[in-house]
């Protein structure tokens, strides 16, 4: 099994900035891309950032400009600077791998546990 825990949310004022970290552990045999999600009170989830293990990065449009993904693929890690915070931003972000655990054939997708970004305005 493959297990992701994120770190780093908080309570942060409108314009600054907050780093999101998470740790992919247990028996993995590969990852492709990891990424972050993050869902807001009474909205879908929705993908924020992705990078490959190529470190090929996407962001939604909303926080292009604002937001870096990187990674670490020596250490299994990912992680989210985020700047110029927005109320919008509030949410709890979630992170996540397309990994194959070395239990199996099979690339699957693991989720961290969340944690709660807060944007006041």
């Known amino acids: 099994q493959v297990q992701l825990v994120e770190s780093g949310g908080g309570l942060v004022q409108a314009g600054g900035s907050l780093r999101l970290s998470c740790i992919a552990s247990?028996?993995?045999?590969?990852?492709?891309?990891m990424g972050w999600y993050r869902q807001a009170p009474g909205k879908q989830r929705e993908l924020v950032a992705t990078i490959t293990s190529g470190r090929s990065a996407n962001y939604v449009d909303s926080v292009k400009g604002r937001f870096t993904t990187s990674r670490d693929n020596d250490e299994n890690t990912v992680n989210l600077q985020m700047n110029s915070l927005k109320p919008e931003d509030t949410a709890v972000y979630y992170c996540?791998?397309?990994?194959?655990?070395?239990?199996?054939?099979?690339?699957?997708?693991?989720w961290g546990q969340g944690t709660q970004v807060t944007v006041s305005s």
């Open positions: 996540y791998a397309n990994a194959r655990s070395t239990a199996s054939s099979y690339f699957m997708t693991y």
């Open positions: 247990g028996s993995i045999a590969a990852i492709f891309t």
